[in-house]
């Protein structure tokens, strides 16, 4: 498979992931208290230092056998979009996290990084990510579609990301995802099985 069809698979995975979650709504509430450039430049540095610790899971994954391989990422996607369909709606005070002191640059921005770095940490997205890289080899490409694909929803819901829930409701965008998680739940197990 091309760079550049790996490249778009994870884009998709991880952008319709990510949608639905958390992430996004402390994005948006952030945007929505401060410069929307410095909540994005904090927003963007945590999104790269989690997309590059799920590069690093998805090297130790591709360590395994190719059987092996396969049945563990079937499995974490299977898990995936279990969590995608079993997700319920937290409320934004959550997402919120804790106030900057000042509207500086790096208060607003180092703020918006440690938010989001904590919501991400072992998040659905970051195991997609790890499985993606493991399944594909190929980290430059997972990497970079992940990174934009998450920059993309944080970029969305920081500069307005409700307009879209105004016309596709939630539970849609997660359903999808979860479908597109099934579906390469199945080409993964089907991998392992017949080897």
């Known amino acids: 498979m091309s760079s550049f069809a790996i490249f778009g698979i994870t884009f998709g995975v991880i952008f319709l992931a990510e ?17 929307s450039s ?14 590059g610790l799920a590069l690093a899971a998805g090297r130790l994954l591709a360590l395994l056998p190719h059987r092996a391989l396969e049945a563990v990422v079937g499995g974490l996607f299977v898990l995936g979009a279990a969590m995608l369909l079993l ?43 790890a499985n993606l890289a493991a399944k594909y080899g190929d980290w430059l490409a997972v ?10 929803v944080g970029g969305l819901a920081i500069l307005g990301g409700q307009k879209l829930m105004e016309y596709v409701p939630l539970r849609v965008i997660q359903r ?16 392992a099985i017949t080897g």
């Not at 990497?143 to 993309?152: E, R, V």
């Not at 979860?178 to 579906?183: C, E, H, K, Q």
């Open 19 to 35: 949608l639905p979650d958390k992430t996004a709504l402390a994005s948006l509430v952030l945007g929505t208290r401060y410069r």
């Open 38 to 51: 410095y909540v994005f430049a904090g927003v963007a540095a945590a999104m790269a230092l989690q997309v």
């Open 87 to 129: 997700h319920k709606d937290e409320g934004e005070e959550e997402a919120e996290g804790r106030d900057p002191k000042s509207g500086s640059f790096w208060r607003v921005a180092g703020a918006s990084f440690a938010v989001i770095a904590i919501a991400e940490f072992g998040d659905l997205t970051q195991i997609a990510t």
């Open 143 to 152: 990497g970079l579609g992940s990174w934009l694909a998450l920059c993309a």
């Open 176 to 191: 999808v995802a979860a479908v597109i998680m099934l579906v390469l739940a199945g080409i993964s197990i089907t991998g």
